[in-house]
């Protein structure tokens, strides 16, 4: 097969590049860049860095000698503010560079767009929207986030076929197969915060890490629902809180004394309002985006896949499931949701669908 | 692409040929030939005739000159047993054939390898095997059946992304999208029977037809599994009882005059044993085997599919899915199976899976 070396093709890299240090560059987006000679040759690559420095563009342009013809591939468009890191689009200039192809611009009102015209001003080609909605949908919690300061949230559940989550027991290992838990480990890399329901830690006791080899430093923090403070002192959460940041949201009226036993394990405490179904997810959410969270998995249990299933900040549903099938009396995958007309239902399509050993992971994405 | 005319390509022809038949053939397996000359130009296609006659074997020899080197490949192996049909082996042996290529062997302990032994002791070069887990897979139910006397069965589900067949309110138009739909009536038209439990009957008073157009006559028969003889004198089914076959079934106790009020429109009344968890699925099987069904659609409701998704005679589970959230409070796809440990789920696996316009068919099978 002949490689066909258009923007498509480098674009693709430099996304795919991105993807590498997605969910370990802190509030900053993971970016890809890919420079390429006048011949189409390669000479430099770079995402993002651990921790969100330094910026791709910044780090493929570090050490190369740009000629007449050099072309460079960005996923987003690049930054015009001083942050953290010194402005992408002054790097750019300063380079040399004349011709820059941008998959997406960064949704963020403030940058919008500004990015590209300076570049432009500058005497800099710019082609955009190459691969952009690969893009857009990669950055999607993200742009959530800067636009509304609230993150984007996804959801992860794993089912037998007929859609339930455990035995009527409770018993749940295994529903899914290997590959499957371990894609589930994916995702908490993916995301900055995993969030759960007490009822989550009072039956699973989970650790809420990321246990792919070599990631675990990469887990993201841990976030519980739990209206009236039922949280274990001795739970699993609450032994490693110290090394990896655990919140838990809880109402106004929670004992002031568990409060202070929590906190001394390491957990930070924060006490939003709540609303006749339970604690409001979306002041909760509101909490984590001023933190600068961009994204929150939540893995269950069905009352909180149930509130997160409509909100507008729902970016994916993640659902494995199996060929397993546990009958009526099992555990739903999702709590009540009240519908009255099919039309009701959650505005969801299906995006993608993955092949796990046969199980399947349907990735669902809400419409907008 | 080169087409590479070797056994598995006319095998392959042969398969799909005696699909095209499939539950148009009463209760003889549809059965598909193909006759190939020395230089591997198709000369004769056929499958068994609509009702079972004539078989393929038959038709496709007919008003061809048979030449040195002509091969015969046939889906099934030959009959050797005068039934309704000339034997099909005397019908090879006398046309000249010198070599047959056969997918599977006939699995009733009558037939199997007598056809074969009586091809090859006249002199004919037989190859058996080619694709025979397809042809298999094809014969599943009537192997079934020829084997036990019982049908097998294939279960029917159309359900949301989290398993729900309908709301709580009963509202289940339209879960699934129009070619899912019409999926589903294709199915009816590859079974012998379907089969209903009555509460179905009391909410959606359907008429169970194959609503393709041209092939509703190919309809199956209707059957209800109804305990206490509930079925409405004047619903959908009895309306048109006169015209496609439909059977209730009921408890000993039932009701004479309602019996017989049924019966003066056309339907039958077979009384069978009960069980705890109602009337005796095996029981009604075992009648209708005798009646040679070879296979039965089990469409709903979830009891009557919970009692059929354990059973040795289940072949395999289409289960229809959309993108639709329905929430806990909806209608569970399978009703209850006292699972308690996640070994003893249903032993299943998945056959295959088809996109139907984003909708998703898993096809499970049974493993044996």
Redesign the interface.
Known sequence: MQIIKNDNFFMNLAINVARRNKGMTGANPSVGCVIVSRDKTIISIANTGIGGSPHAEKKALEGIEIKTGTVLYTTLEPCVHKGKNPPCVDEIINSGVKKVVIACLDKNPLVRGKGIKKLENSGIKVIKGILEKDAEDFYDEFFKRINSNIPGINIKIA??????TA???G?????TNKLSRNYGHKLRLFNDGIMVGINTVLKDNPSLTCRLSGLNKFSPSRLVMDTNLRFPINCNLAKTAKNIETIIFTSKNSSVRKINLLKNKGIEIIKIPTTKSGLSLISALKFLGKREFNSILIEGG?KLI?SA?NSPQLNKVY?FSS????????K???????????EN??N???HN?INLD?N?L?I?KAKN
Chains 1, 2 share one sequence.
């Open positions: 089912s037998s076929a007929d859609g339930k035995l009527k027991n018993k749940s290992k295994w529903i069905n149930a299933i659902w060929e397993k099938i546990i009958g009526e009396e099992g739903p995958s999702i709590g009540k949701l009240n519908i009255t007309n099919l239902s959650p969801l399509f299906l669908m046969n399947y349907k669902y």
